[in-house]
C-alpha cells in the first residue's frame, strides 16, 4: 500500500500539474504586442506558461480560466539590457554586494552564480512591470559572462533562462590615444593564451596530445574566441568607441554589441551600416563636456533611432540604480520628449533588449509561442502616471503583496490624519 504521505504528495503533484496545463484567456484589455499593431478588447491565450494565441476575434475554448482585464492595458513585460540586480541588496553593506571582482582578467566569472534568489529588491521591480533583467558582472577589463534571468523563482537555476549570455570586455579608457596601452596588451595577452589553450585542447582530444593544464579563465573565453559567444563591449567615449570597434574588427569578433552612454550616437551611421546593435546607459545623464548641450543624453536615442540603430535603453546598471530599475520606461519616455519615436521608444526596453541579449525567441513582445510573460497596467508604461495593477511570469501571476514599499504604501495611507 503506498504510504499516506506520498499519496498526497502524488494527489497535490497531479493537482499543480493540472492548473499548470489549464488555459487561461486574458480578455477585455487593450493588447499591445509591441511587434504588431495595437489591438483593442483582444484576448491572449495562454497555456502552460505559454501564449498560443492573441488577437480581437479569438475562439476561446470552452474550458478556459477568464481573467478580465477590462479598461486595462496589456504590455509584455519590460526588459532591462544590463542591471546588477540580484547581484547587490545595501550599497553600505559590503557582504551584500556581489556586483564586482578585484583583478583585471575574471573571465570565470557567471553572473548567474551569484544571484542572490531572494532579494527584496525583486518584487518593487515587478511590481513596476520590469520582469526580465540581463545581469552584468562589473569590475576590471574581462569581466565575466552575464545571464538572463526572470524575476521569480526558488533559486537561481529556476529564475536563468540564458546563461552565458555574453562575455564582458572593457575597452581601455585613454586606450584609443596609447598605441602601447598597458591594459589593453592585457587583453590581447589573455585572448592569446586563449586560443593557444584552446588548441592545446584540441589537439588533446583528437590526437592525444599532453593535456594542458586545467584554466578557467582561458576556458571561458572559448566561446567568444571560436564564434560561438557574444561579445559586449563596453566604452565611454566617442574615440574609445571607435577604437574598440576596430579592435573588435582585428580580433575577428563578428557578434558584437557595443555599451556605451550618449556619444553612441555619434557613431550613429557606422553602427547602423556593420548592424552593431548597441545598449544605451540612459538618458538621465549630464552632459559629458563642458561645451556639449545640456540635450546631448536626451537626444541620443532619437539619433540612433533616425540612423537604423537596434538598441536598448537602460540606467547605466550601477548598484545605486539597481533598486529602481524599473524606471528604465522613464528613460526612454524623456527620450520621446526630445524626438524618439514612441514606438521605438516602447520597443527599446521590450523588444530590442530582448533581441539584444538573446531571448528575442522567448520574450520582449506578444506572440504565440512566447512565454507568457506580461503586465497590465493603467496606461502607457512610458509615463510616470501609469499605475502597473498585475503581472505575470511564465503564466503565473505575480503576489504583488510581496512588494514591501507596496505594503507600507498601504499601511500608512490610512494613518490618523492631524486633528482626528
Given at each position: 500500500?503506498?504510504?499516506?504521505?506520498?499519496?498526497?504528495?502524488?494527489?497535490?503533484?497531479?493537482?499543480?500539474?493540472?492548473t499548470?496545463?489549464e488555459?487561461v484567456?486574458?480578455?477585455g484589455?487593450?493588447?499591445?504586442?509591441v511587434?504588431?499593431?495595437t489591438?483593442?478588447?483582444?484576448a491572449?491565450?495562454?497555456?502552460?506558461?505559454r501564449?498560443?494565441?492573441?488577437?480581437?476575434?479569438?475562439?476561446?475554448?470552452?474550458?478556459?480560466?477568464?481573467?478580465?482585464?477590462s479598461?486595462?492595458?496589456?504590455?509584455p513585460?519590460?526588459?532591462?539590457?544590463?542591471?546588477?540586480?540580484?547581484?547587490?541588496?545595501?550599497?553600505?553593506?559590503?557582504?551584500t554586494?556581489?556586483t564586482?571582482?578585484?583583478g583585471?582578467?575574471?573571465?570565470?566569472?557567471?553572473?548567474?552564480?551569484g544571484?542572490?534568489?531572494?532579494s527584496m529588491?525583486?518584487a518593487p521591480n515587478?511590481?513596476?512591470?520590469?520582469?526580465?533583467?540581463?545581469?552584468?558582472?562589473?569590475?576590471?577589463?574581462?569581466?565575466?559572462?552575464?545571464?538572463?534571468?526572470?524575476?521569480?523563482?526558488w533559486?537561481?537555476e529556476?529564475?536563468?533562462l540564458?546563461a552565458?549570455?555574453?562575455?564582458?570586455?572593457a575597452?581601455?579608457?585613454?586606450?584609443?590615444?596609447?598605441?602601447?596601452?598597458?591594459?589593453?596588451?592585457?587583453?590581447?595577452?589573455?585572448?592569446d593564451?586563449?586560443?593557444a589553450?584552446g588548441?592545446?585542447?584540441?589537439a588533446h582530444?583528437?590526437?592525444?596530445?599532453?593535456?594542458?593544464?586545467?584554466?578557467?579563465?582561458?576556458?571561458?573565453?572559448?566561446?567568444?574566441?571560436?564564434?560561438?559567444?557574444?561579445?559586449?563591449l563596453?566604452?565611454d567615449?566617442?574615440?574609445?568607441?571607435?577604437?574598440?570597434?576596430?579592435?573588435?574588427?582585428h580580433?575577428?569578433f563578428?557578434?558584437?554589441?557595443?555599451?556605451?552612454?550618449p556619444d553612441l550616437?555619434h557613431?550613429?551611421?557606422?553602427?547602423?551600416?556593420?548592424?552593431?546593435?548597441?545598449?544605451?546607459t540612459?538618458?538621465?545623464v549630464?552632459?559629458?563636456?563642458?561645451?556639449?548641450?545640456?540635450?546631448?543624453a536626451?537626444v541620443a536615442?532619437?539619433?540612433?533611432?533616425?540612423?537604423?540603430?537596434?538598441?536598448?535603453?537602460?540606467?547605466?546598471?550601477?548598484?545605486?540604480?539597481?533598486?529602481?530599475?524599473r524606471h528604465?520606461?522613464?528613460?526612454a519616455?524623456?527620450?520621446?520628449?526630445?524626438?524618439?519615436?514612441?514606438?521605438a521608444?516602447?520597443k527599446s526596453?521590450?523588444?530590442?533588449p530582448?533581441?539584444?541579449i538573446?531571448?528575442?525567441?522567448?520574450?520582449?513582445t506578444?506572440?504565440?509561442?512566447?512565454?507568457a510573460?506580461?503586465?497590465?497596467?493603467?496606461?502607457?508604461?512610458?509615463?510616470?502616471?501609469?499605475?502597473?495593477?498585475?503581472?505575470?511570469?511564465d503564466?503565473?501571476?505575480?503576489?504583488?503583496?510581496?512588494?514591501?514599499?507596496?505594503?507600507?504604501?498601504?499601511?500608512?495611507?490610512?494613518?490618523?490624519?492631524?486633528?482626528?
Amino acid at each position: 500500500m503506498m504510504p499516506t504521505r506520498i499519496l498526497l504528495a502524488t494527489c497535490l503533484l497531479l493537482a499543480a500539474l493540472t492548473t499548470r496545463a489549464e488555459p487561461v484567456a486574458y480578455i477585455g484589455a487593450t493588447v499591445h504586442p509591441v511587434s504588431g499593431p495595437t489591438m483593442a478588447d483582444a484576448a491572449v491565450l495562454v497555456e502552460d506558461g505559454r501564449i498560443t494565441a492573441i488577437g480581437d476575434d479569438l475562439q476561446l475554448p470552452g474550458n478556459a480560466r477568464i481573467i478580465d482585464l477590462s479598461g486595462l492595458h496589456l504590455y509584455p513585460g519590460m526588459v532591462h539590457a544590463g542591471t546588477v540586480l540580484g547581484l547587490t541588496e545595501i550599497g553600505s553593506v559590503a557582504g551584500t554586494d556581489d556586483t564586482t571582482e578585484t583583478g583585471q582578467i575574471n573571465a570565470a566569472i557567471r553572473a548567474e552564480i551569484g544571484i542572490n534568489h531572494d532579494s527584496m529588491l525583486f518584487a518593487p521591480n515587478v511590481t513596476g512591470g520590469l520582469l526580465t533583467a540581463h545581469v552584468v558582472p562589473r569590475g576590471g577589463l574581462i569581466r565575466g559572462s552575464s545571464a538572463v534571468i526572470g524575476l521569480a523563482g526558488w533559486n537561481w537555476e529556476d529564475m536563468t533562462l540564458h546563461a552565458p549570455a555574453g562575455m564582458h570586455i572593457a575597452f581601455p579608457r585613454g586606450a584609443a590615444d596609447d598605441e602601447e596601452d598597458e591594459d589593453l596588451a592585457l587583453i590581447d595577452q589573455t585572448l592569446d593564451a586563449a586560443r593557444a589553450w584552446g588548441r592545446a585542447m584540441s589537439a588533446h582530444r583528437d590526437g592525444g596530445a599532453p593535456e594542458p593544464a586545467p584554466n578557467d579563465q582561458l576556458a571561458a573565453l572559448l566561446p567568444l574566441i571560436e564564434g560561438e559567444g557574444r561579445l559586449f563591449l563596453h566604452a565611454d567615449r566617442e574615440r574609445d568607441m571607435h577604437a574598440a570597434l576596430d579592435w573588435a574588427e582585428h580580433q575577428g569578433f563578428e557578434d558584437v554589441v557595443l555599451v556605451g552612454g550618449p556619444d553612441l550616437q555619434h557613431l550613429a551611421e557606422r553602427l547602423a551600416t556593420a548592424d552593431v546593435p548597441v545598449i544605451l546607459t540612459g538618458a538621465h545623464v549630464m552632459p559629458q563636456r563642458g561645451w556639449e548641450p545640456y540635450d546631448a543624453a536626451y537626444v541620443a536615442a532619437a539619433a540612433l533611432h533616425e540612423a537604423g540603430v537596434r538598441f536598448a535603453m537602460t540606467d547605466g546598471g550601477s548598484g545605486f540604480t539597481a533598486g529602481n530599475a524599473r524606471h528604465i520606461p522613464f528613460q526612454a519616455g524623456m527620450a520621446v520628449a526630445f524626438g524618439l519615436d514612441r514606438e521605438a521608444a516602447l520597443k527599446s526596453v521590450t523588444q530590442w533588449p530582448a533581441e539584444i541579449i538573446g531571448v528575442g525567441d522567448q520574450l520582449g513582445t506578444l506572440e504565440a509561442g512566447k512565454r507568457a510573460t506580461f503586465f497590465a497596467a493603467s496606461g502607457s508604461p512610458l509615463e510616470a502616471t501609469t499605475q502597473i495593477t498585475r503581472a505575470w511570469i511564465d503564466g503565473e501571476e505575480y503576489d504583488f503583496s510581496r512588494d514591501r514599499q507596496r505594503r507600507l504604501y498601504q499601511r500608512y495611507k490610512s494613518r490618523p490624519q492631524p486633528g482626528e
